[in-house]
């Protein structure tokens, strides 16, 4: 759905156009393994920033392992 917020005759209207996206961060909790730790972020025991997208979560298996993002 495409909102006009404001309009303007001179300056033009102002639109809101919804996006989507994924964001990236890292998620923080106690375990008793990396293996743990892992399993409980993919079943979303921690809370997730208010933008995220269902279904979009995945572990970053090139950072974890050392590699760059």
């Known amino acids: 759905m495409i909102s006009v917020i404001r309009s303007n005759q001179k300056a033009g209207a102002i639109y ?3 996006v989507k996206y994924q964001c990236q961060t890292v998620a923080v909790g106690r375990a008793s ?3 743990e730790a892992i ?3 993919l079943r979303c025991e921690h809370k ?3 933008n ?3 279904g979009t979560l995945e572990i970053d ?3 974890l392992e050392g590699g760059s993002a």
Do not use: R
Request: net charge negative; glycine share 0%.
């Open 33 to 35: 393994s990396l293996d």
């Open 39 to 41: 399993q409980k972020v």
């Open 61 to 63: 298996y090139d950072v």
């Open 52 to 54: 995220y997208i269902d």
């Open 48 to 50: 997730l920033p208010d």
């Open 16 to 18: 809101e156009i919804p």
